[in-house]
């Protein structure tokens, strides 16, 4: 196909038969992407951090997305602010991508100097008539719901985070996420489209053939299964699956923890997020090989190890909060064929390396489950820019979630005119 007949966005979007996968030139055209770059990461609410990524004031955090920057900062008064890194006099960077700590935003350019809550503090040889209240740093929409740092880069951005807020906030409450620290972070850059990463993360069809690690303690079932054709012995598990789950979220709800599935995914939505409080397999306390806690300090005011496995889905990220830490995952794309993945775990403010937790016991299970999703998506994206590739049916059963966010991302391109 020539340059002059590609299909266009929106007519390859439309072409998706229902049930079954995107069209392959969706994954790996440039144009696409940066269309995809400008809906879904400019003007959606993306997460862009954590609370513990600025733990005092001063602290600063650079993150780029796309040819956007920003700044998150905790001011002097304790507050997490955001601007675009853009310094107000002809544009120059503030800051590079990464981690460090200020007094003041000074532009490496012509020096001009911003206190934290973003003012103009000093610009030399502007003279008497300049006027520093109009060349304040320009603040992002911010919205941080428990640790999470979400922003939008839009002028208008979708009011509908404020549910995501309701729902999600009464559930991380217990926790505590805002007084916890960075155990440990990690980078992966994926060799495939954000989409994929993000549909493999919202399906588990693959989980028991590739995560070893991860099925210690997490149970695939929880995302769908096929009730045709299993064994009695199948049939066994899948009944004591579903009565060990009514029977811890009748605990858990007792005790007062939130524990009922919302799914916001469809039609309709901007912020599209999913949140349950899932079981977790063998000793049920975590995320970790024995599947016991890693940390024997627990996060928030918590005595109880065994309260499941809080998670939520947006449209950048996946976040697990056990009692004992947290692990919070985003993805910024980089190109067509390019996405990085970030991924932090959070562990109580107080909790000491070697006294409290072992580093590897914490790790093992995520930055080994990080590598094997990164061959996948590798392997995903690769055959389909294959000529061959002819877009396959969904699994009903085991990928429900992926035919859901394809229709939502169609949605919202046509929600913008796509």
């Known amino acids: 196909m020539t340059a002059t007949n590609l299909k266009s966005h929106g007519e390859l979007v439309r072409s998706r038969k229902p049930g079954h996968g995107m ?45 956007a920057s920003i700044i998150i900062v905790r001011d002097d008064d ?21 981690k460090s700590t200020v007094g003041m935003l000074v532009c490496p350019y012509h020096q001009w ?12 040889h502007m003279g008497a008539n300049f006027d520093r209240k109009c060349s304040s ?25 404020a549910t995501l807020d309701e729902v999600m906030s009464p559930r991380f409450a217990p926790y505590q996420l805002q007084n916890t620290k960075i155990a440990y972070e990690a980078e992966i850059v ?4 954000w989409k994929l990463v993000m549909e493999n993360n919202r399906e588990c069809y693959h989980c028991a053939g590739t995560h070893p690690e991860l099925t210690a303690s997490f149970l695939p079932e929880d995302f769908g299964f096929c009730p045709d054709g299993l064994s009695e012995e199948s049939q066994r598990e899948i009944e004591a699956y579903y009565a060990r789950n009514s029977a811890s979220q009748a605990e858990w709800e007792q005790d007062g923890h939130v524990c009922a599935p919302v799914e916001l995914l469809d039609a309709g939505v901007a912020t599209q997020f999913r949140t349950q409080r899932l079981v977790i397999a063998g000793n049920g306390e975590s995320q970790t090989m024995n599947t016991k806690v890693a940390s024997t300090k627990l996060l928030g005011d918590l005595t109880r190890r065994d309260l499941g496995d809080t998670h939520m889905w947006a449209h950048n990220s996946w976040t697990h909060v056990m009692s004992d830490h947290a ?24 909790a000491v390396e070697g006294v409290d937790y072992d580093l590897k016991t914490l790790t093992e299970v995520w930055v080994a489950t990080n590598a094997q999703d990164a061959s996948l998506v590798a392997l995903n994206h690769a055959g389909t820019q294959d000529p061959g590739y002819v877009p396959g049916q969904f699994s009903p059963f085991t990928e429900a979630y992926v035919e859901r966010f394809s229709r939502w991302y169609a949605s919202r391109l046509e929600a913008h005119g796509i």
Do not use: M
């Open 23 to 67: 069209p392959g030139e969706l994954f790996g055209r440039q144009d696409i992407f940066e269309t995809d770059v400008d809906i879904f990461f400019n003007k959606h609410w993306i997460l862009v951090g954590v609370t513990a990524d600025v733990p005092e004031p001063g602290d600063v955090s650079t993150v780029d997305i796309g040819k």
């Open 78 to 98: 304790e507050n997490i602010r955001t601007y675009r890194n853009v310094c107000r006099h002809r544009g120059a960077r503030l800051k590079e991508v990464g």
């Open 113 to 124: 100097s911003y206190d934290l809550d973003g003012s103009l503090r000093h610009a030399s």
């Open 137 to 161: 740093l320009i603040p992002v929409h911010t919205k941080i719901v428990g640790t999470h740092i979400f922003v939008c880069l839009g002028d208008e951005p979708p009011a509908d985070i």
């Open 190 to 193: 994926e060799n495939g489209n």
């Open 327 to 350: 692990v919070i995952s985003y993805i910024i794309p980089l190109g067509p064929d390019k996405t990085l993945v970030r991924s932090k775990w959070l562990v109580h403010a107080d």
